[in-house]
T-cell receptor
Framework: GEDVEQSLFLSVREGDSSVINCTYT??????LYWYKQEPGAGLQLLTYIFSNMDMKQDQRLTVLLNKKDKHLSLRIADTQTGDSAIYFCADHYKLSFGAGTTVTVRA | DGGITQSPKYLFRKEGQNVTLSCEQN?????MYWYRQDPGQGLRLIYY???????QKGDIAEGYSVSREKKESFPLTVTSAQKNPTAFYLC????????????????FGEGSRLTVL
């Protein structure tokens, strides 16, 4: 299978929380990352988590890492229309990216 | 301002033609990468270079070629041997592997969209 897997689509109401899930196969990475891509643009780093951490919070963003299950999640609190984008999880040891989750925020 | 510049942003090519996509960075990064993005498939690694005058094939190198003659430049040539070249191409760079204060984050350009007519 793929090194990094994530669901392709998520629709969320404005003001609700979004949760994007990701599973990975390689446990060698020192860091795991979440990137955001606006339409027609490159990717920008949203946040990252060090592999010896379980959780990282950064304003509206919460990253959870379950190393035993090789599961990574990104929670966006109070989702806004500007959060509509494609979100990629990535493992930088193997330079692998997930397929990207397209998040659509509806009013 | 420091960053990565890709050009052109849009490119049209006839079948059988080679095209070269430019990628320049002024971040003084050692490593540079080329990814291809197709809908529903995420990013796939084409080639990468950890240092000047050296580069390695990624997962989908067939039909592509690169050079790394200067630290700041990593052009990608899409050859006529690439069977399905229509895609969005992304160039990225980073200082090197993660360690110390370096989180290993990739810095991306704005992409080049290639369409084969």
């Amino acid at each position: 299978g793929e090194d990094v897997e994530q669901s392709l689509f998520l629709s969320v109401r404005e003001g609700d929380s979004s949760v994007i899930n990701c599973t990975y196969t390689d446990s060698s990475s020192t860091y795991l990352y979440w990137y955001k891509q606006e339409p027609g643009a490159g990717l920008q780093l949203l946040t990252y988590i060090f592999s010896n951490m379980d959780m990282k919070q950064d304003q509206r963003l919460t990253v959870l890492l379950n190393k035993k299950d090789k599961h990574l999640s990104l929670r966006i609190a109070d989702t806004q229309t500007g959060d509509s984008a494609i979100y990629f999880c990535a493992d930088h040891y193997k330079l692998s990216f997930g397929a990207g989750t397209t998040v659509t925020v509806r009013a | 301002d420091g960053g990565i510049t890709q050009s052109p942003k849009y490119l049209f090519r006839k079948e059988g033609q080679n095209v070269t996509l430019s990628c320049e960075q002024n971040l003084n990064h050692d490593a540079m990468y080329w990814y291809r993005q197709d809908p529903g498939q995420g990013l796939r690694l084409i080639y990468y270079s950890q240092i000047v005058n050296d580069f390695q094939k990624g997962d989908i190198a067939e039909g592509y070629s690169v050079s790394r003659e200067k630290k700041e430049s990593f052009p990608l040539t899409v050859t006529s041997a690439q069977k399905n070249p229509t895609a969005f191409y992304l160039c990225a760079s980073r200082p090197g592997l993660a360690g110390g204060l370096n989180t290993g984050e990739l810095f991306f350009g704005e992409g080049s969209r290639l369409t084969v007519l």
